[in-house]
């Protein structure tokens, strides 16, 4: 996926989290361009983010130590939302501004559901379109998809390398606390 933002990344970083090395990208205006939940290892985080971003890694400026340092703390349970961190979105559709809006105002260790995103953007009808704006999310975990769960609070789907098993270990790190229901599907 191509960076969601007509302004070029000025560079990008790897950076290490409980769940493994994250990357992201600034733009030359000072947005988070985009970023990368970890890959298998490493290595291959970093071949994801020079596909999507180019060739300049950089040492992070101090705008981006200071992200760094949040998302760090928001996964060890910190109360943060992330949701000042100006994104370089402008090229991406509307809708998906709109959920990943939304999206950003949902509290670390917390869920709600598709259809309750869709309810909340007036479409109760759209659950499957955010899903789909949701797995279009160039700015994980910074636009907290992973707390956007299934009807029946099932744990719904996960684009990101890992899959369910990222969405509950974010989950988890925040805090997040799951009844488990004889009727429905738990998610741990």
Not at 49 to 66: I, N
Not at 96 to 112: C, K
Not at 121 to 126: H, V
């Amino acid at each position: 996926m191509r960076p969601a933002s007509s302004h070029p990344p000025l560079a990008w970083t790897l950076f290490d989290t409980p769940v493994g090395p994250c990357g992201l990208a600034w733009d030359s205006v000072g947005r988070l361009a985009g970023s990368q939940l970890p890959e298998a290892d490493a290595a291959a985080t970093q071949v994801r983010m020079r596909r999507r971003f180019g060739d300049t890694v950089a040492d992070p400026p101090d705008f981006a130590r200071q992200w760094i340092t949040r998302l760090r703390a928001v996964m060890g349970g910190a109360g943060d939302r992330l949701a000042d961190i100006a994104l370089a979105d402008e090229t991406a559709p509307a809708f998906h501004r709109r959920v990943w809006a939304l999206a950003r105002q949902i509290p670390p260790g917390h869920t709600r559901s598709y259809g309750d995103l869709a309810l909340a953007l007036g479409e109760p009808g759209a659950a499957r379109a955010v899903g789909q704006a949701l797995g279009a999310n160039p700015f994980a975990p910074f636009v907290p998809c992973h707390r956007v769960l299934a009807a029946g609070g099932g744990a719904g789907g996960f684009s990101a390398p890992g899959g369910r098993h990222t969405k509950l270990r974010l989950l988890q790190l925040e805090g997040a606390r799951f009844e488990w229901q004889a009727d429905q599907p738990g998610l741990f």
